[in-house]
């Protein structure tokens, strides 16, 4: 550990460099991207993105056809103009756009909507609530060199986020809409998986009603959501090898259809068969691609999933499992279909040989169940981010593995999507609806993420702008196509993800703006001392929301120490944004050996400087100096051993907000009621701090606004 220390005098400040300075100016560890991990640990992590990552889209060819031809197939070659249709839809977004570029624009090993915005805003001052602090110049990672004359553009694009009001708000506000509609995700994946799995039931049991299969999808989804408590790590052990077989069961079926029915489906590998049936249906054709997007619902979760994986693991997994699997058994179901094309309706179950039924059931049901899990694992990922943003109220958040920081849990999360999922069953029966509403979430994320992407590149990828232009016009104009098709179908349940998105960013939008500007009052109507001017009252302790230094450096420079002024020590502990809060025990034992180095290092600061200014032929006097500083040293020691022998209290500032005497009733409405109920709803800062209620004293303000 690293230690700032401040002289007694105030007057000069030792500033260590340490391993953070050399790499200030990488966009992410290369650890995560995975060189930094062995082949075999990156094998098994790939491994495990099988069941956690690829359950979503893997299960899409449940009813991707019979969401795309909902009224029947009127030409056969059409099915060729949808199979290429899929086939470079998948080669274009999910492998090109993530799995090859997107995925390198982690925040240090993140993924997700909320690390693309917070990797730009630390590139940016882009925050509605200001979070730069004069202190923040002593972390390296801050320490970010500034665009020079080879870089204009960045810099140009920098000072127009930084100065435009408008941007910043934009930023803001496509990030809350990409994380709601994650979350549209979590509890639509559940929802249209099951269903479509278990309604093949009725392939054998025709007598089954539809209502009854709507009842053992709620109880499989309540199955489901209850082993989320286990972890990823866990989850993804006993995942893996199911969908690993569902993979193997879908080929093997795909390869059966190419050689029974029609194998010159593969022509479809010429995309000239993209404009025929475009040409021969026109608007139809348009309508359709509404449902050729479901063939990647879930690859937002290969991206907010990534912190509970890495690149290579996921680019190794997608490029030789999941995709050769998923082509094979489109174009197996586009060879049957050829011959059987009534049967459109339930395609997947129709083109499973009847020896290969029941096995296949099984496994698509498990496979369904696990489908959610990639879902899931990329919200709460997600969601974990934004509480590190302080952009969603305090929760609970679990980290499942002793191995892999990013595997998280969030029960109250788990709880309210479960829930959602449950009801989304209910009430629209069929998948047919529920696919409406599921292709604006997908469409909407992957437009999102183009848009942040490309604001990535140009100010901190600084890449050529030929690159950046071709990234945004390609994926941009391919993403406008499909969310143009899925939005006509607005009102046949594609509206309930845009209510639900809403009602997300209205609740977040209250939260960050009113309990942020709360604790920024607050804190910016104490004079603070921290590394240049004011003061710091030493009877509290003040949180204020920044991003700090990233969590495989917890140990460097985590603990700034200024000058003791009546025994009474100045500190800094920085945590990184993944950073687990240790118990008291572990804080105050890193506090005080934190301490005790700024007393011998003072100490020695003190020797060498009086050496430097002496003259030498006081060696005697400089010998005696010295060996008085290291006396007086470790009386400090001593002092600071028996103090906490005596114990250790926590002393937390607590602020309350009140609109004003003659305020509006809008604004007595938003301040009195909506953050009251919110403040109240939250864990309390000393829960999520894990401080013991016997060792808190709260020091409380009220503030009228």
């Not at 500007?517 to 009877?539: D, M, R, T």
Request: with cysteine; aromatic share 14%.
């Amino acid at each position: 550990m690293s230690v700032e220390a401040e002289g007694a005098a105030g007057a000069e400040t030792r500033v260590p460099r340490d391993s953070l300075y050399g790499d200030a100016e990488k966009v992410s560890d290369d650890k995560h991207h995975g060189s930094g991990a062995g082949w075999w640990q990156t094998l098994q992590l790939a491994f495990q993105s099988i069941g956690v990552v690829y359950g979503d889209v893997g299960t899409s060819p449940l009813y991707v056809y019979s969401s795309t031809f909902p009224d029947g197939i009127r030409h056969p070659d059409d099915l060729l103009g949808v199979l290429s249709l899929i086939i470079y839809t998948l080669v274009l977004l999910p492998m090109l756009k993530y799995v090859f570029i997107v995925l390198y624009a982690n925040d240090n090993g993140d993924g997700g909507t909320f690390a693309l915005y917070s990797l730009i805003s630390r590139y940016a001052k882009i925050r509605l609530i200001p979070n730069q602090q004069a202190e923040d110049a002593s972390v390296s990672n801050y320490s970010i060199e500034e665009p020079n004359s080879q870089m204009r553009r960045a810099q140009w694009v920098k000072q127009r986020l930084e100065s435009s009001k408008a941007a910043k708000i934009a930023l803001f506000t496509i990030t809350i809409l990409g994380t709601s509609m994650v979350m549209g995700d979590g509890t639509l994946t559940p929802a249209i998986s099951v269903l479509s799995a278990v309604s093949g039931i009725r392939e054998k049991a025709p007598n089954l009603t539809q209502s009854e299969v709507v009842w053992i999808s709620v109880a499989i989804l309540f199955l489901l959501f209850s082993v989320q408590r286990f972890g990823t790590d866990k989850v993804g052990y006993s995942f893996a090898p199911i969908i690993s077989v569902w993979f193997i069961f879908i080929a093997g079926i795909g390869v059966y259809n190419l050689a029974a029915h029609d194998v010159t489906v593969l022509r479809a590998f010429n995309p000239k068969y993209i404009v025929d049936y475009f040409g021969r249906n026109g608007k139809e054709a348009w309508v359709s691609l509404g449902g050729v997007v479901l063939c990647i619902t879930g690859t937002e979760a290969m991206f907010a999933d990534l912190g509970h994986f890495n690149i290579r693991a996921i680019q190794l997994s997608f490029t030789f499992i999941l995709f050769p699997s998923v082509a094979l058994c489109y174009m197996g179901q586009a060879s049957y279909l050829r011959k059987f094309p009534q049967d459109v309706g339930d395609t997947f179950y129709k083109s499973i040989p009847a020896a290969m039924f029941w096995p296949t059931f099984i496994v698509a049901i498990m496979a369904a169940i696990i489908a959610s899990q990639a879902m899931l694992s990329g919200a709460f990922a997600i969601l974990s981010k934004a509480l590190s943003l302080g952009c969603f109220p305090r929760v609970k958040v679990v980290h499942t593995s002793n191995k892999y920081s990013g595997q998280v849990y969030i029960p109250e999360v788990n709880f309210l999507i479960g829930a959602a999922s449950i009801v989304v069953t209910l009430a629209f029966q069929t998948t047919t609806n529920i696919g409406n509403a599921y292709g604006i979430c997908v469409v909407t994320v992957f437009s999102i993420t183009t848009h942040l992407m490309t604001v990535v590149m140009l100010l901190i990828w600084k890449k050529n702008i030929a690159f950046v232009v071709a990234f945004y016009v390609i994926f941009g104009l391919a993403e406008f196509l499909y969310l143009s098709s899925i939005l006509s179908k607005f009102v046949e349940g594609g509206y309930l993800p845009f209510c639900f998105s809403l009602k997300n960013i209205a609740f977040v939008v209250a939260f960050y703006v009113i309990f942020g500007l709360a604790e920024f009052l607050y804190l910016s109507s104490i004079l603070s001392k921290f590394v240049e001017g004011g003061y710091l009252p030493f009877c509290f302790s003040l949180v204020l929301m920044a991003l700090m230094a990233t969590w495989h450096y917890v140990y460097v420079k985590r603990y700034w120490v200024g000058p003791a002024e009546h025994r009474m020590f100045r500190c800094v502990a920085r945590y990184g944004y993944t950073d687990q809060i240790e118990g008291t025990k572990e804080f105050s034992a890193f506090l005080i050996e934190g301490l005790k180095l700024f007393v011998h290092d003072e100490a020695a600061f003190s020797c060498q400087h009086t050496d430097d200014g002496g003259d030498n032929n006081n060696n005697d006097n400089d010998d005696a100096r010295r060996v008085a500083q290291a006396a007086v040293a470790e009386e400090e020691k001593r002092f600071i051993d028996a103090e906490v022998e005596r114990g250790v209290v926590y002393l937390m500032g607590e602020a309350e907000v009140a609109a004003a005497p003659g305020s509006s009733v809008l604004k007595r409405i938003v301040v009195n009621y909506v953050y009251t109920f919110l403040r109240k709803n939250l864990s309390e800062s000393h829960k999520a701090l894990s401080i013991p209620k016997d060792q808190l004293l709260k020091v409380g303000i009220t503030y009228e606004i």
